[in-house]
């Protein structure tokens, strides 16, 4: 079975731009999750999805936005992008019912602001 | 809300050596998930082992093994005959139990960075 992946690996912004990742889940899973991970901060809790609902969101502006599609697939939206945007993107797909389901995660987007 | 403190920076092992790398966490639930992620030079994360609190037995995965002290709040992850794939850092995360919609958010520590010496 096909792993999670993220596309870009690799992006360079300027600042004042968007950007939009995007993420394909293990077939099956429905629940899709988003980090940033910064070397200041750690990794912090974008937002999930599932079934095409926001289930929860973390502590960011709303300069980051999210959506889910009917397969599943999600892409996550950072608007009037700033340097301390910089960070790796990781995506988690998971089966999203009740239970201890793992989270399984993405090789990452790199993105870069100028 | 909840946090999840790693205490070790970096550690470092001899191979074929074991190592404990420490978790501490805090939390006002009684029901939760632990978990210990891996993420190598590729930065790809990659489960190693999962705790559920309910459980008093001590989860264990071939080389990797945990001490978990529920009333202590610790989470400890130790590691036997150390390879030199082993070489990571190592997050420790914390999820609730589901709860009705909110709870797939993974708190994660700060990471220990371990080093693997031939």
């Known amino acids: 079975k096909a792993g999670v992946t993220q596309t870009p690996r690799y992006l360079i912004k300027t600042r004042g731009q968007q950007v939009t990742l995007s993420c394909s889940p293990i077939?099956?899973?429905?629940?899709v999750s988003w980090y940033q991970q910064t070397p200041g901060q750690g990794l912090q809790f974008l937002f999930e999805y599932f079934s095409e609902t926001q289930r929860n969101k973390g502590n960011f502006p709303g300069r980051f936005s999210g959506r889910q599609f009917s397969n599943s697939r999600s892409e996550m939206n950072v608007s009037t992008l700033e340097l301390g945007d910089s960070a790796l993107y990781l995506c988690?797909?998971?089966?999203?019912?009740?239970?201890?389901?793992?989270?399984?995660f993405g090789p990452g987007t790199r993105l870069t602001v100028t | 809300a909840q946090t999840v403190t790693q205490s070790q920076p970096e550690m470092s092992v001899q191979e074929a050596e074991t190592v404990t790398l420490s978790c501490t966490y805090d939390t006002s639930e009684s029901d939760y998930y632990l978990f210990w992620y891996k993420q190598p030079p590729s930065r790809q994360m990659i489960l190693v082992i999962r705790q559920e609190a309910y459980k008093q037995q001590n989860a264990t995965e071939n080389r990797f093994s945990v001490n978990f002290q529920k009333a202590a709040k610790s989470f400890s992850l130790k590691i036997s005959d150390s390879q030199l794939g082993d070489a990571a850092m190592y997050f420790c995360?914390?999820?609730?139990?589901?709860?009705?919609?909110?709870?797939?958010?993974?708190?994660f520590g700060k990471g220990t960075l371990l080093t693997v010496n031939p």
């Open positions: 077939s099956g899973h429905r629940s």
């Open positions: 988690a797909s998971s089966l999203g019912g009740t239970g201890a389901y793992e989270q399984y």
């Open positions: 995360a914390y999820r609730r139990t589901y709860s009705g919609g909110s709870n797939y958010k993974l708190t």
